[in-house]
């Protein structure tokens, strides 16, 4: 099936840095997905990508959609304690139901 | 803002009982989905439902599980007899079908199930 592979794994930053991360796929996927999920919380929609090559910004959130289709990158700027919690990558399969393919996800801890 | 619902947000059962998970999507959505995460892991698909019929299911969602939507709101869950390994989240989702957001899925706050 479907794989996706988030990097790094955790990071440890100091607030009002910048942070990427990224997302690589064994396929290539025709819409990206980034999600943030806190604590016993359900995962959020951050930013969807649809068209290779596409650069989207939510906020201080920016995503890009990769030339290749196989990858995407997430981009947070000037980091803030309420950035904490996991971001996940995401894939709909080429199925009809367009079930979500999830990456193992980037921790992300911010110190202040 | 419209969102996904469900309740309750922690169930405790015992092995072999049954549990029914509830969800009510958001209202003008029309593919319905239930994803698990094991503690620590990442989200997995189980099930996705459009047009009240299954549409899709992955290899997690056996025999022991089975979905409805009893009525025009709500979307359910039920494991029939409950395993240790069911412990997890379960999220529902929905998503619609308008054009050029028709792969937005969004999520519910989850329900932990505890198996003891």
């Known amino acids: 099936g479907q794989q996706l592979n988030q990097s790094p794994q955790s990071m440890f930053i100091q607030e009002g840095e910048d942070v990427s991360m990224n997302c690589t796929s064994s396929s290539i996927f025709n819409t990206w997905l980034w999600y943030k999920q806190e604590p016993g919380e359900g995962p959020v929609l951050l930013i969807a990508?649809?068209?290779?090559?596409e650069l989207t910004s939510n906020g201080r959130l920016t995503a890009q959609f990769g030339i290749t289709r196989k990858d995407s990158f997430l981009n947070i700027s000037a980091s803030i304690p309420s950035d904490v919690g996991i971001y996940f990558c995401a894939g709909p399969s080429s199925g009809s139901a367009r079930q979500l393919t999830f990456g193992s996800g980037t921790q992300l801890t911010v110190l202040p | 803002e419209p969102e996904v619902t469900q309740t309750p947000s922690h169930q405790v059962t015992q092995m072999g009982q049954e549990v029914i998970l509830r969800c009510v999507p958001i209202?003008?959505?029309?593919?319905f989905y239930w994803y698990r995460q094991i503690l620590g892991q990442k989200v997995e698909f189980l099930v996705s439902?459009?047009?009240?019929?299954?549409?899709?299911k992955s290899e997690i969602f056996d025999d022991q599980f089975s979905v409805e939507r009893p009525d025009g709101s709500n979307f359910t869950l039920k494991i029939r007899s409950t395993k240790l390994e069911d412990s997890a989240m379960y999220f529902c989702?929905?998503?619609?079908?308008?054009?050029?957001?028709?792969?937005?899925?969004?999520f519910g706050p989850g329900t932990r199930l505890t198996v003891t």
């Open positions: 439902f459009y047009n009240n019929e299954i549409s899709e």
């Open positions: 990508l649809y068209k290779a090559g």
């Open positions: 989702a929905s998503r619609s079908r308008v054009a050029g957001r028709s792969y937005e899925q969004y």
């Open positions: 209202s003008n959505h029309l593919y």
